[in-house]
Antibody, heavy 114, light 106 residues
Framework: QLVESGGGLVQPGGSLRLSCVAYGFTFENYAMHWVRQAPGKGLEWVSA????????GYVDSVKGRFTISRDNAKNSLYLQMNSLKPEDAALYYCATLSTTGDYWGQGTLVTVSS | EIVVTQSPATLSLSSGERVTLSCRTSQSVGGLLAWYQQRPGQAPRLLIY???NRATGIPARFSGSGSGTDFTLTISSLEPEDSAVYYCQQRFNWVTFGGGTKVEIK
């Protein structure tokens, strides 16, 4: 019900734009989140955006480098990632993290290496 | 930032045993504490929200309790399919996940 894309191999300092498309539920009714998981590691919340984009938050380690956005008309969530660092390498999930409907994608893999 | 700490890091138990996982937050989270299960190769799934409410379709052997800064996930009788990593998560101030507890079946 959530399908991510846009991951890939990028050099340190480079940029990527992740996308997530929602199917089968009313996207505009949910705040949306990006959560990442480095290989063999735990879950780390990255960013969130409210239903109308009026409230946005980031984990400290990505502030000033990542930008979250959404387009409710396209049922889509985005994450613009700039100035990428090796420690940003992870599987990036989009998710609702909602008590009324907890939906996760299967993730898109970001590799940061020269 | 609210720090979330889970213990232990790993548990190895037999089927049928009772399992207790602990989660501590660095400040009160107003009961806004959830538990997720992640099986290998899968996305996480919500088990418990707001301390003690089971998510849709979650078996009754899973229960949550706690208050303030200390929370517990209990599996009353461990099943083989419960082998997974369990994460607690606070949503009082944005979102933070704990480091996880890996539950292994002997």
């Amino acid at each position: 019900q959530l399908v991510e894309s846009g991951g890939g191999l990028v050099q340190p300092g480079g940029s990527l734009r992740l996308s997530c498309v929602a199917y089968g539920f009313t996207f505009e009714n949910y705040a949306m989140h990006w959560v990442r998981q480095a290989p063999g590691k735990g879950l780390e919340w990255v960013s969130a955006i409210s239903r109308n984009s009026g409230s946005i938050g980031y984990v400290d380690s990505v502030k000033g480098r990542f930008t979250i956005s959404r387009d409710n008309a396209k049922n889509s969530l985005y994450l613009q990632m700039n100035s990428l660092k090796p420690e940003d390498a992870a599987l990036y999930y989009c998710a609702t993290l909602s008590t009324t409907g907890d939906y996760w994608g299967q993730g898109t893999l970001v590799t940061v290496s020269s | 930032e609210i720090v979330v700490t889970q213990s232990p890091a790993t548990l190895s138990l037999s089927s049928g045993e009772r399992v207790t996982l602990s989660c501590r937050t660095s400040q009160s989270v107003g009961g806004l504490l959830a538990w997720y299960q992640q099986r290998p190769g899968q996305a996480p799934r919500l088990l418990i929200y707001d301390t003690s409410n089971r998510a849709t379709g979650i078996p009754a052997r899973f229960s949550g309790s706690g208050s303030g800064t200390d929370f517990t996930l209990t599996i009353s009788s461990l099943e083989p399919e419960d082998s997974a990593v369990y994460y607690c998560q606070q949503r009082f101030n944005w979102v933070t996940f704990g480091g996880g507890t890996k539950v292994e079946i002997k």
